[in-house]
């Protein structure tokens, strides 16, 4: 079977990062080609280290529509069987180049939707409509939490074309090595003793990072703030601890990749969570929460406002996971409780292990078949 994957770009985000992961762990029959519209950054390096031919689509921008026909030119040259597209553009210009080509056998991954914003953006009226157009285009939208199926329902997507198939990450990535946390905390200039504080994701206003820098002054001397990631708030958010005397309590490592980086010695995200003694998420803009997983799953405990992954949780599953509500003030106190309470035994819930993307490669694979089948019929 072949499947080409059709994203947006491929810097270090979150949907870029789990298609890699999913490509390393879909069954070898699977042979998976992947196009970028733009952007073809450090997932893409890593993609292609695996094994996995990635070629860019050199698309201008949203209204590029001569990106339309090279588009439909590659999947009908290719002979793939299954297109699966990711990310707001890429799944409108992708469903409609898959059908132009022939290939009705068509999924889509949703990372992203809010109630009214998709990827961070507004979603005006003219957005919903083209998206909901492009969607009739494709079989199978998958949901990568109840919360985001819903969410899709209320926007018009009919529920039985829906599918929910969470996010997934290795654990073995995460199994918690103490010489690699401290490498890491080494490679950063992280004092051993220190109190180190983590928040992962792309910086951006909904995630609320600067809420963790105006926590620092209320925390002793020694805590430090890892922040790892990228995004349009960085600046603003070395100017913020610059404003609180802090800044040299901020350690801001810009994107890393899941594996180390061997051309600067970098530490990749498993080890970066080793190196950290909780990680916080006060954003407000999740529709999954992988972070808070991962971090699970090396034994921190974690606190988070927004989480998808977690709230729809039994009661008491995770004792390690605490929702935070409010802002600064709320988190440090928190933040502090931790403190005093000192490093415990790692110990990682059973609930994690749901979401190993060894399982998740197997529904994936589950669905290409199903919709590979359907459409065949049809």
């Known amino acids: 079977m072949r499947v080409l994957h059709i994203i947006t770009g491929l810097s270090a985000g979150g949907a870029e990062q789990q ?15 992947v196009v970028a519209l733009t952007s073809p950054g450090a997932v893409a390096d890593g993609l292609r280290a ?11 921008g949203s209204r590029d529509l001569g990106a339309l026909p090279r588009l439909t030119k590659l999947i009908r ?8 597209t990711h990310l707001y553009r890429a799944c409108l210009y992708g469903r409609i180049a898959a059908r132009l080509a022939g290939v009705r056998a068509v999924v889509a991954s949703e990372h992203s939707l809010l109630e009214d914003s998709v990827e961070g953006r507004r979603a005006t009226r003219g957005v919903r409509a083209l998206y909901l157009l492009g969607e009739r285009l494709g079989r199978v939208t998958v949901a990568v939490s109840p919360t985001v199926a819903g969410t899709l329902q209320r926007w018009g997507v009919p529920g039985s074309r829906i599918r929910v198939i969470p996010v997934g990450f290795d654990p073995d990535l995460f199994r918690f090595d103490e010489v690699r946390r401290k490498r890491a905390r080494m490679h950063y200039g992280l004092p051993e003793d220190a109190f180190v504080v983590g928040a992962v994701g792309r910086q951006i206003s909904g995630k609320r990072f600067d809420v963790l820098v105006q926590a620092l002054p209320h925390l002793p001397a020694e805590t430090r703030l890892l922040l790892v990631g990228d995004g349009p708030e960085h600046t603003a958010l070395g100017r913020i601890a610059q404003e609180l005397g802090v800044a040299g309590q901020v350690v801001m490592t810009g994107e890393r990749p899941y594996l180390p980086d061997s051309r600067d010695g970098a530490p990749g995200i498993p080890d970066l969570m080793f190196a950290m003694d909780v990680l916080a998420g006060p954003s407000l803009v999740e529709t999954y929460g992988m972070a808070a997983m991962e971090a699970l799953a090396t034994g921190l405990p ?16 995770v004792p390690s996971a605490l929702r935070v509500t409010g802002g600064a003030e709320e988190y440090a106190r928190e933040l502090l409780r931790l403190h005093a309470a000192g490093p415990g035994e790692r110990t990682v819930p059973e609930v994690v292990r749901h979401n190993s993307i060894q399982n998740i490669a197997r529904q994936t694979s589950r669905l290409y078949t199903e919709v590979l089948s359907d459409s065949t019929r049809k």
């Open 19 to 33: 298609l890699r992961q999913l490509l390393r762990h879909l069954p070898t029959e699977v042979e998976c080609d």
């Open 50 to 60: 695996d094994g996995v031919r990635v070629r860019h689509l050199g698309m201008g």
């Open 302 to 317: 974690v606190l988070y406002t927004t989480a998808p992954a977690l709230s729809g949780l039994p009661p008491g599953s």
């Open 77 to 84: 040259t290719g002979g793939y069987d299954v297109v699966h």
